[in-house]
Every structure is written in structure tokens, then in C-alpha cells.
């Protein structure tokens, strides 16, 4: 680790007084060594991780990371802010602030070395000598372990003690067993950090836990030997567990990995209390992986939305490649590249339509798995592995019977639901082993194509004729109510579950790109890219009813809003969401429906104004997008002038808001 941090990157007196001054203080000194080649790529790149998941943690200790491409190397920089800076942490702000720079590609042995500071960070010890450092040069030598920390004294044993005989030592009971799996979207701080938070409780509470971190370097899988031993799981994840079926059968507590950082013991507790009661999940092959997780009391509806957005993530990265590589090849090429011939039988390399046609080719065969590809992680997400088969199966069918987006949808719950049902039978034990490779893939994938042929194909592929019939009419006052029910719904929870169903609605229509669809999949970004501008804006205008840290958050907006990153409004909601949201939804509606009575249209599913070129009717898209921007910014300046917000000062002081954080509203980005 001696590579990655020197005395160049170490700032004892850190001159920031927001967790965004401090990332450009830190990541400046990286830019000087040469570490990071674009510095607002780079904090662009942090902001959207931080957007993600706050990264402070208890203990005074901010932990700013992400990959980015715009990193040469790995690099970690340390602040120490004199007054302390709010990262989102429960116990207040953080004076220890970590910069972890990864590259894009980092090898496993660096991440393996990040993750060993991770841990470290759970010392008491090592923090307290990283509070008393005075010269950079050995508070490097500290982080990167070359010296160690001076370690707590012995408590003194008293003449009396020490002239004793100890008792007999009593039989030592059976410690209680528990297997853990700890993982982060990053995986290169959260993932480890929870995992020594685990470590370390299990030995305070006499517990025997061994623990699986899935981090970014790869996971080392748990002996099954152990797995079987341990009388309790815990997963302190947000992302899913891998191979998760082999912890079934055990009582389980299922968590965020910031629970496993801040409240181990109490994880501890609730597994050992959840043993007691022999409360356990399905065993392995009779339940599905969002039944295992789910928690308490929680719904069908519930689920159902978990199965169908489990789908969509996986689909919008297809969607995001095809879309994209289409609207360039159309960019470059024109509207007729769809008649050019095969690349693979005809190309110029000097000839730019043939360049502009090995895009659009390309881009083709990725939107060709759309379909495939959601009905196949709709039945994942109910079944795990096995689901995966029939699913495929069943999206292929109704891209042939042109079923299309509504047909994936069909096919994904009708794969998931047959394996879940073929699960639940008991089978002898001669079987259980070819159950998952050979029984389920071929019963399932049989029903699946007798129902998708036979049965509701046909009636699905009518009601998708209809739809996109009728979004290819869209016209006039229709097509005006239509953007402002969508504009409402991405505005509405910045990101949430309602704003994903608007987006997924829209990324449908892509399958089968008509004009309806293209003007659909253009108000849906315009929209969303209104409360994160919206906010910046009102932040610039009447910077006085803001607090410091909002309008620093303010500066971060533009680029969120102008990327369509709609939870970049997240931070001003989740502080004064009465005044906030009711504005955004108001310029939501706003842009929705301007951008459809402009008969703006969109081939790409993301990008925001990067893709301005590849936008139907560009300079009326950008009013609209203005339109409702100022109609936000304006109604939020004047509910929050009404609300007797307008000195500043009063902002400033109120105990809600003075760090600029409050409880999150959920997003699901």
C-alpha cells in the first residue's frame, strides 16, 4: 500500500467544510501526482457513488470511493477536516476522510489491499493514532502499514491478583456458530468493513463467526463443511448474495451492509434469537430467493414489483448499448441505415455509412435480447439459477410470436412461477442432483413453451398490437395527458418505484421502436432530468433559502440533472420533501407534456443532454426541459419563501437540517 498513498496525499489541516470540497481538495492532490487525468470526470464519478449510498460510517470516519476511468492507478488520499464533515453517517459528521481513487481495471491485489484498509478501519487504535498524527509523512507510513499503531496499555494486575490461584478453568461450552456474507456495490470498503464489524462483535459476544466478504477481488466461498456447522446466516448486502442457496436451511438475518458496519451485535442478537425460535428459511430447491429475503409481513405486491424490477436492471444495460449504438448509426449513416446490407458481407473501411451501418447492425443484435433477457431475470429473481432456462425460453417465444415487451414480462412469471412450483415437490434423493441441471431446466422450459405457443402468446401478442397501435397514434391532447401522467411519475419519487415503472414503460417501447414509443422514451428523460435542475437553479436564485451544504449540493445537481440522474434532487427532498417533491412533480408534468406536444423523439434510453444529437426535434426538447426547470425552481422559491425559510440564517441553525442530510428517500437507481 506504500504505492498508493504517500506524504503528498495526506492533508492534516483539510480546508473543506462539505464532503464535496473535500473529495476536490483530496482528489486535486492526486490530479498534481499525476493519479487522476480528469478531475471533474473523477468527482462526477464519486458524487454518483455517493448518490448510491451515503459513505460515512460511525466513529467519525468518511469514506468517499469509486471506480473510475479516469484513475491511473490506485490511489488513496487522507484528509482531517478540523471541524468535521457531514458524510451521512447516524452518529454525526466524519474528521478522518479516506479518498479511495480505483481504476476502472484494478487487479485483485489492490483491491485486496484496499479491502485490508477497510478493516483496519475498525481498529480503535489505528483511528486514534490517525487523530494524533502530526507529520504527513508518518501518517502515511501509519495508513499503509509500514508502522503500526501504539497500542492500549495492559490494565495493571493488582499484588492481591497477581498472589491468587486461578480456579479450575469450567468446561468450555459449545460457542454459537454463524456464517456471514458481507457485499457492497463497490465492494472495495463497505464489503470489508462490515465483515471486521462482524469479527469483531462475534468475538465481544463469544460467537464463532466466519465470514464471506464478496467484494470487487473476487469471493473465496465458505468451506460447506462450515456452512453446515454454523447455527445461524447473516447477509449484510446491497447487491445480490452469490450462490445464496447454500445457506438455506438456517435461521437468517437478511440486512443492508451498513447494518453489519453500525449494529453488529444487535445482528448477532436477532440470529441467535431467531435459532431459539427454530425459525429457519426453505430448504434448498423449495423456496425462491425473494421469499428467503423478504421481510416480514411483506406482500405479494411487494414481490412482484422486486421480480419484474430484478428484470429491468438487468435488461437496461442491453437496452442502454443497443439504444445508443442504434441512435448513432442513424446519427451518422441517416434514417436508411436500416436498409444497409450486412457488414459481414459488405464493408468499406474508408465508407463512413458502412461504419454507421456496423453500429446500427451491432446495436440490433443487443436490443435483440431485450426481451430474452428481462423474462429471463424476472425468473430469476423468483427462482434463483434454475429459473433462468425457462425464462430465456419464454422471452424468445414472444419475440417470435412478437409478443414483445408485454410477452417477456408474461413469459418471465410463468418461468418463474413453474420452477417455484416444480420445486415445491419432493423427489427422491436418488434425483436431487440432477433436479437443477436436467428435471427443472426440461419441465420447465416444456410448459413454458406449450403456454407461451398455445395459450397466452397469442391474446398477448394482440394486446402489445394494440399498444403500440395505439402509441403510434398518439397525437394532440392524448399525447399531452400521456406526458404529464409520465412526467408526474418520474418526479414523484426521484428514482423510486414509481419513477422506475414510468422509465420501464417507456424502455419497453424500444423493442418495438415506432414514433409513439420514441416520443414516449423522450418525455420520460426530459422529465426526469427536471427536479436535480430544478433545485440547482432555486439553489442559484435564492441562495438564501438554502443551507451551505444544499447549495453545495446544488453545484453537484447540474451535472446529475443534466446526466438524467434524478436522484440528484434526492438530498434537497429528503430535507424539506412537503415544499420539494410537489414542485419537482409540478415541472415534471410541465416538461412531460411539452415534450410530446413537440413531438420530441428519442432513440437512446439514457444520456440526458449527451445525446442531444440523437434527439428528434432538439432545440423544442431543450424549452421544454427549460420550461419545467423554471417552473420547479420557481414554485419551490415560493413555497419555501411562504414557509418562512428566506433569511439563510434560519436555515443554517435548525438542527434538521444543519449537516444537509436527513432520512433518505429510497431510490433505486
Not at 200 to 218: D, K, L, R
Request: glycine share 12%; hydrophobic share 50%; proline share 7%.
Amino acid at each position: 500500500m506504500s504505492d498508493m498513498i504517500t506524504a503528498d496525499l495526506v492533508d492534516l489541516d483539510l480546508a473543506a467544510q462539505t464532503k464535496e470540497a473535500a473529495a476536490r481538495s483530496l482528489a486535486e492532490r492526486m490530479v498534481a501526482l499525476g493519479r487522476v487525468t480528469d478531475l471533474d470526470g473523477f468527482l462526477a464519478d464519486v458524487a454518483a457513488r455517493e448518490a448510491q449510498m451515503p459513505t460515512g460510517l460511525d466513529g467519525g470516519i468518511g469514506i468517499p470511493h469509486c471506480r473510475s476511468e479516469h484513475v491511473t492507478e490506485p490511489t488513496l488520499a487522507f484528509g482531517r477536516p478540523a471541524d468535521g464533515i457531514d458524510f451521512g453517517a447516524p452518529d454525526g459528521p466524519a474528521d478522518l476522510i479516506f479518498l479511495i481513487a480505483a481504476p476502472a481495471g484494478a487487479d485483485d491485489a489492490h483491491l485486496t489491499i484496499l479491502s485490508a484498509l477497510a478493516r483496519r478501519l475498525m481498529d480503535p487504535d489505528f483511528t486514534a493514532a490517525l487523530r494524533a498524527a502530526t507529520d504527513p509523512a508518518a501518517t502515511a507510513s501509519l495508513i499503509s502499514g509500514d508502522t503500526a499503531p501504539p497500542a492500549a496499555p495492559e490494565p495493571a494486575a493488582t499484588a492481591t491478583a497477581a498472589a491468587e490461584e486461578p480456579p479450575p478453568a469450567p468446561a468450555a461450552p459449545v460457542p454459537f456458530r454463524v456464517v456471514a456474507v458481507t457485499s457492497c456495490p463497490t465492494g472495495i470498503a463497505h464489503t470489508y468493513m462490515a465483515a471486521e464489524a462482524l469479527e469483531q462483535a462475534g468475538q465481544a459476544e463469544g460467537v464463532e463467526i466466519v465470514v464471506e466478504p464478496q467484494g470487487s477481488a473476487g469471493f473465496t466461498r465458505l468451506d460447506p463443511a462450515v456452512i453446515a456447522a454454523a447455527d445461524g446466516v447473516i447477509f449484510a448486502h446491497d447487491v445480490p448474495v452469490r450462490e445464496k442457496e447454500r445457506f438455506a436451511g438456517k435461521p437468517t438475518v437478511d440486512v443492508g451492509v451498513k447494518a453489519g458496519i453500525n449494529r453488529p451485535a444487535e445482528l448477532l442478537a436477532e440470529v441467535r434469537d431467531k435459532a431459539a425460535r427454530g425459525e429457519t428459511t426453505a430448504p434448498a430447491g423449495t423456496g425462491s430467493p425473494v421469499d428467503e429475503a423478504g421481510g416480514p409481513g411483506e406482500g405479494y405486491g411487494t414481490k412482484l414489483r422486486k421480480w419484474l424490477m430484478s428484470g429491468v436492471s438487468y435488461m437496461v444495460p442491453f437496452v442502454a448499448a443497443g439504444g445508443l449504438l442504434i441512435a448513432l448509426g442513424f446519427a451518422i449513416g441517416g434514417y436508411t441505415i436500416d436498409k444497409a446490407p450486412s457488414v459481414a458481407e459488405h464493408f468499406v473501411w474508408t465508407d463512413s455509412t458502412s461504419w454507421a451501418a456496423l453500429l446500427f447492425q451491432v446495436g440490433g443484435l443487443a436490443f435483440s435480447f431485450l426481451v430474452p433477457v428481462l423474462a429471463g431475470y424476472i425468473a430469476y429473481g423468483m427462482a434463483d439459477r434454475p429459473g433462468l432456462v425457462p425464462g430465456f425460453v419464454g422471452g424468445s417465444i414472444a419475440l417470435t410470436i412478437n409478443a414483445g415487451f408485454l410477452g417477456g414480462l408474461a413469459a418471465g412469471l410463468i418461468a418463474g412461477g413453474t420452477v417455484m412450483a416444480i420445486q415445491r415437490v419432493r423427489v427422491p434423493a436418488a434425483l436431487r442432483g440432477i433436479m437443477p441441471v436436467v428435471v427443472i431446466p426440461l419441465i420447465s422450459s416444456a410448459v413454458v413453451g406449450f403456454l407461451m405457443f398455445l395459450v397466452v402468446g397469442k391474446p398477448i401478442a394482440e394486446l402489445q398490437k394494440a399498444l403500440t397501435d395505439w402509441l403510434s397514434g398518439l397525437s394532440g391532447a392524448n399525447a399531452v395527458i400521456l406526458g404529464v401522467v409520465l412526467g408526474l411519475m418520474m418526479c414523484f419519487d426521484l428514482g423510486g418505484p414509481l419513477n422506475k415503472v414510468a422509465y420501464a414503460f417507456a424502455v419497453g417501447g424500444l423493442a418495438n421502436p415506432n414514433d409513439g414509443s420514441l416520443k414516449v422514451m423522450a418525455a420520460v428523460m426530459a422529465a426526469g432530468m427536471v427536479p436535480p435542475l430544478a433545485m440547482a437553479l432555486a439553489t442559484v436564485v435564492r441562495g438564501g433559502l438554502f443551507n451551505r451544504t444544499e447549495r453545495e449540493n446544488g453545484k453537484a445537481a447540474w451535472v446529475l440533472g443534466s446526466s438524467f440522474i434524478t436522484e440528484g434532487a434526492i438530498p434537497f427532498a429528503a430535507a424539506d420533501p412537503l415544499r420539494v417533491i410537489p414542485s419537482a412533480m409540478a415541472g415534471g408534468a410541465v416538461t412531460g407534456a411539452l415534450s410530446m406536444l413537440f413531438e420530441c423523439t428519442l432513440r437512446a434510453p439514457h444520456g440526458g443532454i449527451f445525446v442531444l444529437p440523437l434527439i428528434g426535434n432538439p432545440v423544442l426538447y431543450l424549452i421544454a426541459i427549460l420550461a419545467g426547470t423554471a417552473v420547479s425552481a420557481a414554485l419551490v422559491i415560493l413555497l419555501k419563501g411562504m414557509g418562512g425559510r428566506g433569511d439563510g440564517k434560519a436555515v443554517e441553525g435548525t438542527p434538521a437540517t444543519e449537516s444537509g442530510t436527513a432520512p433518505k428517500v429510497p431510490a433505486t437507481v
